[in-house]
T-cell receptor, first 111, second 113 residues
Framework: SQELEQSPQSLIVQEGKNLTINCTSS?????LYWYKQKYGEGLIFLMM?????EEKSHEKITAKLDEKKQQSSLHITASQPSHAGIYLC???????????FGQGTTLQVKP | DTAVSQTPKYLVTQMGNDKSIKCEQN?????MYWYKQDSKKFLKIMFSYNNKELIINETVPNRFSPKSPDKAHLNLHINSLELGDSAVYFCASSPYGSGNTIYFGEGSWLTVV
């Protein structure tokens, strides 16, 4: 079965610093999703990547999927306290829309 | 407007009780899901329904029974609650098939004491 491994598991950065979170799959990814979770707010959809080499950006967050479609990275530029939360990568398993998730990366941004 | 809404948001109950969590989506999606997030924040699918029909049923105890009265609603009923059932339960929805964004509700925090 497919597994997703995220690194690091937790991250503490100073406000204004850049950071990267990685997501590695044991199998080829056919749809890679990034979500952010804040306490009491559920999972917020950030981006979805499908094509090898694809890159998407939203405000200060950029997500990339490598050419081999087995690894994705999420990069935050000039981090702010509002970026704090748990970042989860999810991958499609099968053709039913089912997602399997990595274990999450907890991000803290110190003012 | 809340796209995927679930109630209650917090629930504290005793072992052995039966409880339900309700979910509704106003996105017009055909597919709805229940995910469980354990204490280690690991998120895992439990069930998926497409247009009221069960299509995914992961290895979940029989005490958990989903019910979909229509495609906009997917409720989760749990019988004989156990301590290990304490978790956050997320409802989600999406258009049917792969490659579609899955939208999650805000979660229901269940604590069994």
């Amino acid at each position: 079965s497919q597994e997703l491994e995220q690194s690091p598991q937790s991250l503490i950065v100073q406000e204004g610093k850049n950071l990267t979170i990685n997501c590695t799959s044991s199998k080829t990814l056919y749809g890679l999703y990034w979500y952010k979770q804040k306490y009491g707010e559920g999972l917020i959809f950030l981006m979805m990547l499908q094509k090898g080499g694809e890159e998407k950006s939203h405000e200060k967050i950029t997500a990339k999927l490598d050419e081999k479609k087995q690894q994705s990275s999420l990069h935050i530029t000039a981090s702010q306290p509002s970026h704090a939360g748990i970042y989860l990568c999810g991958a499609e398993s099968g053709n039913t829309g089912k997602l399997i998730f990595g274990q999450g990366t907890t991000l803290q941004v110190k003012p | 407007d809340t796209a995927v809404s679930q109630t209650p948001k917090y629930l504290v109950t005793q072992m052995g009780n039966d409880k339900s969590i309700k979910c509704e989506q106003n996105l017009g999606h055909d597919t709805m899901y229940w995910y469980k997030q354990d204490s280690k924040k690991f998120l895992k699918i439990m069930f998926s329904y497409n247009n009221k029909e069960l299509i995914i049923n992961e290895t979940v105890p029989n005490r958990f029974s989903p019910k979909s009265p229509d495609k906009a609603h997917l409720n989760l009923h749990i019988n004989s609650l156990e301590l290990g059932d304490s978790a956050v339960y997320f409802c989600a929805s999406s258009p049917y098939g792969s490659g579609n964004t899955i939208y999650f509700g805000e979660g229901s925090w269940l604590t069994v004491v």
